[in-house]
């Protein structure tokens, strides 16, 4: 059965807020009154290893299935960019997920490295440093960076509706719903080595085009996520802790040996839980069956003798090897919105091919900044990035000041908020009146539109989408999956 959890929007103040907290024993630091100005701890500087950032508010990287089919960005992509540098975030993490071959891309839109690429990403990045110095003034203390990737299992490179899974072992719930026999081939060694070096190339692209750092992408169930969990592929990339984490390896010393300045870092999916599906008779997402799968070797971060829990024992060792490598920028982020959403991304409604959360949203923040505060306990020095605020929707800020304040994390990494109102954290720090009318309430069409393969953005709440062609289309998909 479902749940019953209140909808964050219908709680009138914070006083409710915390009541409700309470009530439902979730634990999250969490502030009476907003502070603006210098004072505030959203805007007090970080200077560690050597990096320095003027405030605490980071751009999560969010892609907007926009590109052209050549993997080059259009206008949408632009403004989107534009629009992450307005948000006064002192650290953008990525922009956005971009390739580093056509293969590895997650959809026919996704950008892509190539010839172009330089110059294509030079533009993007100034257009972002221009928006941000005219929103705060000045980007002396602004960091850029640009998230790569090889989608792996999620590849679907040529067509919305056609994916062509690269798989680095066989998975006995995910291989079912792609599609995917036994016989289906893995990406051999020698093509893991090949796509090393195409990271390598595309930092290499990176530095020139200006950004301060690279992530080199490990989470939500794309390749540098999978290779963590392969336990049972055998040869040099599976098995062992050590062969699990060799293609990270080997990128950052490709990496270091040829661009000693770019700053490295690392985008992981902390922990995971087994895949859920859409349960109609439980009226929610619901565990897929593992009774004869255990242990269950098929995750990272998942406790192998009840999978439903998280085990952050190797994502510890993950993060001390990330340190031991020069990695000097961490953001943490978990599972993976293809098969277990409500851990990645809490919502209160799901995307028309999703399903119901089965718990409280509240309590999926709670899990993602209770690990991040394990994370930036453990390991002092390095620039700790939190995900998944955006639920938390009109407390968000009150929510985001403690956590900086009580060192629960370095960084307040903002996503889906950052596409209904980039503004808000600004906002709140030079003391302007927050515009409820703005704040995203999670509705999911950002997810549901490049799932119906329509460019993804804020249809309900940015202007831009709302008043597009595309709404009118999203709308009838809705509909037509709400009458099935
Ligand atoms: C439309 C959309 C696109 C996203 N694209 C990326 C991406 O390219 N790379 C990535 O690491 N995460 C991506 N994410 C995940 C977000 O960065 C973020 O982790 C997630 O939305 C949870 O944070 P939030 O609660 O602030 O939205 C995307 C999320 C959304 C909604
Ligand atoms: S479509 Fe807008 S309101 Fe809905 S989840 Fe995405 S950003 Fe939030």
Redesign the pocket.
Known sequence: MQPSYTHLGGLRDIESFRRYLTERQINLPCDDKLISGATSPLAQPIDLGGIKIGNRIAA?????WDGTAEGRPTELTLRRWQRFGASGAKLIW?G??VAVRHDGRANPNQLLINKHSHDDLSRLREALVNAHRQATGSDSDLIVGL?L?HSGRYSRPNAHGRPEPKIVYHHPILDRRLGITPEYPLLSDQELKQIIEDFHNAAVIAAHAGFDFIDI?H??GYLGHELLSAHTREGDFGGSFENRTRFLREITHAVRAANPALAMAV?FSAFDVIPFYKSEVESCGFPEPINDLLPYRWAFGANADDPLEPDLREPLKFVSLLQDLGVKLV?V?AGS?YYNPHI???AFYPPSDGYSSPEDPLVG?ARQMRVTREIKQQFPELIVVG?????LQDFLPYVAQAAIRDAWTDFV???????AYPSLLLDVIEGRTLQRKLV?R?FSD??TA?RAGLP?GCYPLDPHYKNSANAAQLKRIKTQSKDK
Not at 387 to 391: L, V
Not at 413 to 419: D, W
């Open positions: 999560q990287p969010m892609e907007g990525g956005e997920a998230q990737t992408k989470c939500h985008r953001n982020s919105p990645q991304r809490p923040v995900s998944a605020y955006s639920y990494g903002l996503g889906r908020m950052l596409l995203c999670t950002c997810t490049p993804s």
